[in-house]
């Protein structure tokens, strides 16, 4: 039955992988479905590590926290993120993401985005018989409602439907997958003083993709969704009247239960060393595939194999610098990493922007530090409108 759903959908997360493989005995990742949610949409986060929780509010806020909207500055803007994915891989797999914001008052937002995940043409058939083209794709759309509930801190709540077609379209068994999810977080924009400048201190939570499992098979077997928590702090600190620079950092945890692997599958069930056929019934019935999404999350921090030490590798980490001047131009650079183990995606990143009072145009790069890393070269595009600068060019007071 596997055979008959989309191979993608597996390539995808070995992808991620494939730089572990040296370590094959030591490689237990986390599994999850609709790979494209971990997928960070927007050119500002891309150039400091795939930092975002706590960085200063923009209009991309909406992925990374959006309890950070009521402290934007703009009334509301909106956003335009492209991303060529894994180019070195193939030619033809895009991430658009279109992302916006409006604030009621002085303690309201409210928020939205869309997403579109495109794998391209992809040639799929039974056995040497690949004789059909099917475009595989995966979207979401989601709403956020944020407000401030001191004069530094907030909170939002936000709620997601997302839509996953990759089987096969001659296959009767397989059928796309449809799951809705929630988003929960915080976030404290304070400030302190550091010798003779005050400082922005920023601190937040989010709590993402919570919510239902996906099933490509009529719910005979599903797949956890990427549910994340995501810790993040940054300091942002005036150099003179017109530079700044601002150090972020968040730590990531994937709220999934490690599925149990095939050699623990072999060890208990005696099956010889390539035969894997028993292996999903077993999941089955240990429970892994039966599991609730709010089990799975509690499940998720005392699960892996070897322990505390394991739990502890399934924390990734990124951290950033971006440099302003005159809160027009911008530099950035940042890295992120992965533990070999759970997928090794270890790269740095760069990027540059350029704001004015109408739009603002950012670009991410990322530079691998591991070797043949597929992500390598991966590049983002942001481009973003102030509705505020906007009016205030036609004339008109919001």
């Known amino acids: ?78 956003s335009l993120n492209y991303t060529p994915w894994l180019r070195h891989i193939v030619k033809d797999i895009d991430l658009a993401n279109v992302t916006g914001y409006y604030r009621i008052g002085d303690w309201d937002a409210i928020s939205a985005s869309l997403r579109y995940f495109s ?31 001191s004069e530094t801190f907030s909170a939002a709540v936000g709620l997601r439907y997302i839509h996953s077609d990759l089987a096969y379209k001659a296959d009767d068994e397989t059928t796309p997958g449809n799951a809705f999810a929630a988003d929960i977080a915080i976030y404290h924009n304070g400030y302190l003083n550091i010798g003779n400048r005050e400082c922005q201190l920023g601190w937040g939570l989010n709590a993402s993709n919570i919510g239902s499992k996906i099933s490509y098979d009529e719910g005979n077997t599903s797949e956890f969704l990427p549910t994340n928590l995501r810790l993040g702090a940054s300091l942002l600190m005036p150099i003179d009247e017109f530079n700044t620079i601002s150090l972020s950092a968040d730590l990531n945890k994937l709220m999934v239960p ?40 509690f499940k998720s921090f005392h699960d892996a194999p070897n322990g505390f030490k394991e739990e502890m590798q399934e924390i990734s980490w990124s951290a950033g610098l971006e440099y ?50 597929p992500l390598d070269q991966t590049l983002r595009l942001s481009l973003a409108f102030d509705m505020d600068g906007i009016a205030d060019i036609l004339g008109k007071k919001r």
């Not at 530099?331 to 009072?357: C, D, Q």
């Not at 950012?362 to 691998?368: E, H, N």
């Open 258 to 297: 490690t599925r149990p692997t095939m050699e623990q599958y072999i060890l208990e069930t005696g099956a010889a060393e390539d035969d894997y056929s028993g292996y999903t019934s077993w999941l089955m019935d240990e429970g892994y595939y039966n599991l609730s999404p709010i089990s799975g999350i």
């Open 1 to 78: 039955m596997r055979q008959k759903v989309l191979s993608t959908f597996a390539l995808l997360f070995v992808i991620f992988t494939a730089n572990a493989q040296d370590i094959k005995n030591q490689l237990n990742p986390v599994y999850y479905g609709v790979t494209s949610l971990a997928i960070a949409p927007d050119a500002r986060a891309a150039g400091i590590g795939d930092v975002g929780a706590a960085t200063d509010p923009d209009v991309n806020s909406q992925y990374w926290n959006p309890a950070k909207y009521p402290f934007c500055i703009s009334r509301s803007g909106v």
């Open 324 to 373: 302003a001047y005159d809160n027009k131009f911008f530099l950035r650079a940042g890295y992120h990493y992965e533990h070999p183990n759970k997928g090794n995606r270890k790269y740095w990143t760069v990027g540059a922007g350029f704001k004015m009072s109408v739009f603002s145009i950012d670009a991410g790069y990322v530079i691998s530090a591991s070797q043949s890393n």
């Open 119 to 149: 794998l391209g043409e992809v040639i799929a058939g039974y056995g040497t018989d690949f004789n059909e083209t099917i475009k595989p794709y995966e979207f979401s759309v989601d709403v956020a409602y944020s407000r401030m509930l």
